[in-house]
């Protein structure tokens, strides 16, 4: 289909569910759009990364895909003073977003280049992939770490502001102010593309998963702290979009002829650490405390942290 519709398409999705969410007259028309609205982060991704791998020059392919990453953090950065200045009126904020969406869509539409013979398949016949091809060498190890991750965050994205208000004891405008304060970090998530160039991509991304270790395991023990609240969020937020971009650039480096594949398995493997993990947490919170279930986050980051590709793939595009 090419990159330009299928980013088009998560624009329309996007739109589509903002518009259910602020028109659900029932909780299920309301699950509904969160689902639609929620499925368009992932059609998104592929096919930006996409691009960036065609068109961007490969001294700067690296710092372009964790720039274009890091636009989550704006996102999450500007829902929350809409958060704040609709409450009541939510529906109002969701229909705001709705309309954001589509002025994305036509946006990208007018900015994404045309299908182009880079990306097109070849006319009459098209060269099957070998299996080596579908399934590189150090896939495995790409896709623990997704999982992992995924994992690891899951609590913070979860139950984040749920336990600064019952386990921290802090209002609703604190930890709003926290959301705000994470999604303005993810922008430093921009820098994982030139952390990679100076450390290598597997030291960064050790590096980056103790950190985030350190970190949820910081917000665990003193979530009460005003301080810690709002600086351990925009540390998770700066460590996510980060850990993210770090993983996008390895799964474009494994799949050097199809970027795209790379990037949808990766946060494939994202979101199904995150599914997994958060009903874990869950029973973890329900018969212990939220605590808990925040410092066994911690414990997976470490884990994760562990993950190593397999010589001779991603080290070596890295030398």
């Known amino acids: 289909m090419g990159a330009r519709a299928v980013a088009v398409a998560a624009g329309a999705l996007a739109m589509l569910g903002c518009t ?15 689902a639609v609205a929620g499925s368009s982060t992932g059609v998104a991704s592929p096919p930006l990364a996409h691009v960036v791998a065609l068109h961007i020059n490969p001294l700067r392919r690296d710092r372009a895909q964790t720039v274009v990453n890091a636009g989550t953090g704006i996102g999450v950065m500007v829902s929350g003073p809409v958060a704040l200045l609709t409450q009541d009126h939510w529906r109002m904020g969701w229909f705001a977003f709705a309309l ?19 990306d097109a398949p070849e006319s009459g016949h098209r060269r099957r992939p070998r299996p080596s091809e579908l399934v590189p060498r150090g896939s495995l190890a ?23 208000q019952d386990e921290g004891g802090h209002g ?21 593309g030139d952390l990679i160039r100076r450390l290598s991509l597997l030291t960064a991304w050790s590096s980056l998963m103790l950190v985030f270790s350190a970190t949820t395991a910081v917000w665990a ?4 702290n005003p301080l810690v609240a709002v600086s351990a969020s925009a540390v998770f937020g700066a460590l996510y979009v980060g850990l993210t971009g ?54 997976i980051a470490l884990i994760g942290s562990l993950v ?9 595009v890295d030398a």
């Open 221 to 224: 023990l003193w979530p009460q």
């Open 20 to 34: 259910l969410i602020a028109t659900a007259p029932s909780a299920a028309a309301l699950g509904l759009g969160v």
């Open 142 to 164: 790409l896709i623990a770490a997704a999982v992992l991750m995924g994992a690891a965050s899951a609590a913070g994205w979860t139950f984040g502001q749920d336990f600064l």
């Open 100 to 118: 954001t969406s589509a002025a994305v869509a036509f946006w990208v539409w007018h900015t994404i280049p045309a299908r182009s013979g880079h």
């Open 172 to 192: 609703r405008t604190l930890t709003t102010v926290a959301w705000i304060f994470l999604g303005a970090s993810g922008l430093f998530g921009a820098v994982s």
């Open 308 to 316: 190593r590709g397999a010589r001779g793939t991603v080290s070596e």
């Open 246 to 299: 770090l993983l996008l650039v390895w799964g474009t480096r494994l799949y050097i002829d199809r970027p795209s594949t790379g990037v949808g398995i990766a946060f494939l493997a994202i979101a199904l650490g995150q599914a997994t993990a958060t009903p874990i947490l869950g029973a973890v919170a329900d018969l212990s405390s939220m605590s808990e279930a925040f410092l066994v986050s911690a414990v």
